[in-house]
């Protein structure tokens, strides 16, 4: 691996073209000459329709659903970039798929995402640059840099407009016990207080609200979390947080929109107002709801490619 390659050149998979192509029209480049298809039988592949020799190459790939053809998408990308001989190869993904299986939550589970890692570095990543990673530790699972970037600061200008800075009427709610740091961190740059769904999980996509630890009565709130799969739990912490916590408004931001089986029509039939995600996912016609906004995340990612080119530090994309 060299320190960065001679040019920076720019490719993409199939998962979010759209975000590809933004992230390059921000740098002021054109995307690169990359065939990514599928033969008949569902196998990969891939064509570099360009010289990728001494460069430092760029592989944007969220590996959202599909998730195993977006992933293998990704690696076989991998794989003809380094056979190519590229300088220095960074995969991209804005949304990092299998990161909820960071540990054995019960006796002979995978970690599916310590495999992922594996794949990637096996494959010939040279760095990874990804954004809101369900549990940061998975960075450690890599023996190559990773780069995690937050969505917190888009979110807090989103609201800061909105709400103003430190405004007493507005509170920030964690939806869960182990979001409470990253909840923590957003209500400071808000200056805001912090309130707690506290929940017991009875199955798999399931969750039971149990009790709101802080005064939401008469405010609004702002839920935040990582990722929307189902809905449910945000959901509910937006029933419980009216019905039992007397708040006034609910607001919610998430970072991925997954938005799996029920999710529009539980976001829709919920007490929450507005909820604010990030374009990691792309958006689907079919999971559109009124009360969804997108927020874009290619002016920072296109930052931080640079950055990553030119060894500049990632701090300022923190704050």
Not at 84 to 102: E, L
Request: hydrophobic share 45%; proline share 3%.
């Amino acid at each position: 691996m060299i320190a960065h390659g001679k040019d920076i050149k720019i490719f993409c998979g199939n998962s979010n073209r759209k975000l590809a192509e933004d992230i390059s029209r921000q740098m002021g480049t054109r995307l690169g000459d990359m065939n990514v298809s599928h033969f008949s039988d569902g196998e990969v592949s891939v064509s570099l329709n360009e010289t990728v020799r001494g460069s430092d190459v760029f592989l944007i790939q969220s590996t959202c659903a599909p998730v195993n053809d977006n992933l293998m998408e990704l690696l076989v990308m991998i794989d003809a970039c380094r056979r190519a001989s590229a300088g220095r190869i960074t995969a991209v993904i804005p949304y990092f798929g299998y990161a909820r299986q960071d540990r054995k939550a019960k006796s002979h589970d995978p970690i599916s995402a310590k495999l992922v890692a594996n794949l990637l570095t096996s494959a010939g990543a040279d760095r990874v640059l990804t954004m809101d990673l369900h549990a940061p530790q998975i960075q450690g699972f890599f023996d190559i840099p990773v780069d995690n970037l937050v969505g917190a600061p888009l979110f807090a200008a989103y609201y800061l407009k909105m709400f103003g800075e430190g405004n007493d009427e507005v509170m920030v709610v964690s939806p869960d016990v182990g979001s409470v740091a990253r909840s923590r961190n957003f209500a400071h740059k808000m200056g805001m207080n912090l309130a707690i769904v506290d929940k017991r999980r009875e199955r798999a996509n399931q969750s039971e609200v149990m009790n709101i630890i802080g005064d939401v009565s008469g405010k609004k709130v702002i839920l935040f979390d990582d990722m929307v799969d189902t809905a449910g739990s945000l959901c509910g912490a937006a029933k419980a947080l009216t019905e039992i916590g007397g708040a006034r408004d609910v607001y919610a931001c998430a970072s991925h929109a997954v938005l799996s089986g029920s999710a529009i029509s539980r976001i829709n039939d919920s007490p929450i107002k507005e909820l604010v995600l990030l374009d990691t996912i792309p958006e689907i016609e079919s999971k559109r709801s009124d009360k969804i906004k997108f927020l874009s995340v290619a002016a920072m990612f296109g930052e931080a490619i640079e950055r990553v080119y030119a060894e500049i530090a990632m701090s300022a994309l923190f704050d």
